[in-house]
């Protein structure tokens, strides 16, 4: 039995009511047992605790779509859009190993945890070989980070390498020897889904990926509507206005699928979404980098659809920071409306946290600090230079914090960080080992052209 007592912090649980208060969470086994304001009468003896004084104490932060191996190509192509960076992404197929994944996803996950997410969506899509996905997957149980595994599946286009079309059948055969064996309950979960339809899937692989999902009870990922592009080639190739519309007609919207990106939809489309329950999950420095456009996000808020936050792969972000992508999620809307007040940072913050939860199938289990949930909560120093003074907290943790103000870092009650020192992981041997995949990687894709 673990008991762990946090005190004298700034308690922003982050649920429907705005609110924030000093006092003291107490965790038993992983769960939220207390959350109270004022300071705990009793200091239980053997009961560990830490002090959470000048931090805010919130929810982890959930990153709701990322590809971690991706930290290895940080800034290698830079100034393409969406069409032709694909084409090298999913080239890199060709050459990369399960060890580029293995050191790639754990040194994006402890990037993940030292800027406080304690969940992540990895969005899977390239497996040359099965054991990509396992690589990836034990890096993510090393990491000691909630996730969810979103094993992606393509099987058509001009840019995908051949080594990574799958027919589905053996695709889901992949899936099924995952699932048989992790167990879900040790804080992972799994999706399935098409990759970036249509681009890269066949409406053959559409109907049958419904139907694998609800047979598994997984939930559904997908690129949808990135770029113009992606909407020109369902115009093009299937006759639809847009990917939303194209993909309802397999019954891929639905409470249980979360749509990254989906920038270019229009509002009926956005109506859809709201109507069949789907999450999106925003990437917006991703969307700047590659130059996508902005998504509808005001829109979607008021029509009451879901969403959430993403850094997206580093290789379109160039980090996995989501303090960086929520600030990023307010400023590019105020720009975008040429309107300060258009998105207020409370929203901004759900969006981070129980936003993410509830496109994950998550919502019961974390984002929100309340009694019964998994402990996952991070302590956020705000007695700093850039923090101080404080006039409105939800702003200044959107606006002011930085991910590096981040002290401690907690998943289902285990202490992954404390005071920016990370407890069960040595950096320095986990950055060594990412240069050495990152070397034998680049020299590998000076092999190829695109
Ligand atoms: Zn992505």
Redo the contacts with the bound molecule.
């Keep these: 039995m673990s008991e762990l007592t946090i005190k004298n912090a700034l308690i922003m649980p982050m649920t429907d009511t705005r609110k924030c208060f000093e006092g003291y969470v107490r965790i038993k086994d992983g769960v939220i047992e207390n959350v109270m304001e004022g300071s705990p009468r009793d200091d239980i003896k053997g009961r560990e605790s830490i002090d959470g004084t000048g931090c805010v104490l919130m929810p982890g932060l959930v990153n709701a779509?990322?590809?971690l191996y991706q930290v290895l190509l940080r800034a290698v192509w830079e100034d393409l859009e969406l069409m032709p960076w694909l084409r090298r992404i999913y080239g890199c197929a060709r050459v990369l190993r399960p060890e580029h994944f293995f050191a790639g996803s754990l040194l994006g996950c402890v990037e993940a945890i030292r800027s406080g997410v304690t969940t992540v969506c990895e969005?899977n899509f390239l497996n040359p070989s099965v054991e990509c996905a396992f690589e990836t997957l034990r890096a993510i149980q090393d990491s000691g980070l909630r996730a969810v595994f979103a094993r992606t599946i393509m099987d058509t286009g001009e840019i995908v390498p051949e080594c990574v079309k799958e027919k589905p059948d053996a695709a889901f055969r992949h899936i099924e020897n995952i699932l048989a064996k992790y167990d879900r309950s040790a804080g992972l979960s799994f999706m399935t889904g098409p990759n970036t339809p249509p681009i890269n899937t066949t409406p053959g692989l559409l109907k049958e990926i419904r139907r694998f999902a609800d047979d598994k009870s997984l939930g559904i990922s997908a690129?949808v509507a990135e770029s113009k592009s992606v909407v020109e080639c369902v115009r093009r190739e299937h006759g639809k206005e847009g990917v939303v519309e194209f993909l309802q007609e397999f019954g891929i919207p639905g409470p249980n699928s979360s749509f990254?990106?989906s920038v270019h939809i229009s509002s009926d489309e956005i109506a859809l979404l709201k109507q069949t329950g789907t999450s999106v999950s925003h990437?917006p420095v991703?969307n700047m980098m590659l130059g996508d456009g902005v998504a509808p996000v005001v829109e979607m808020l008021r029509q009451g659809v879901n969403v959430a936050l993403?850094t997206?792969?580093a290789a379109?972000n160039h980090s996995q920071d989501l303090f960086d992508t929520m600030k990023a999620a307010s400023l590019l809307q105020k720009v975008h409306h040429q309107d300060a007040g258009v998105i207020d940072p409370y929203s901004v913050l759900r969006m981070a946290t129980i936003g993410g939860a509830k496109a994950l199938g998550l919502a019961s289990i974390c984002g929100t600090i309340e009694v019964g949930k998994r402990a996952d909560l991070i302590l956020v120093d705000i007695d700093t230079i850039h923090s101080q003074p404080i006039n409105d907290i939800f702003s200044q943790i959107v606006h002011c914090a930085k991910a590096s103000d981040v002290r401690t870092v907690i998943v289902n009650g285990r202490i992954l960080m404390r005071e920016r020192e990370l407890v069960q992981h040595h950096e320095k041997v986990i950055l060594t080992n990412a240069r050495k995949a990152h070397r034998d990687l680049t020299e590998r894709l000076a092999s190829l052209s695109f």
Excluded: M, Q, R, V
Aim: aromatic share 0%; no cysteine; charged share 10%.
């Design positions: 779509h990322t590809h969005h690129h990254a990106h990437n991703s993403g997206d792969g379109s």
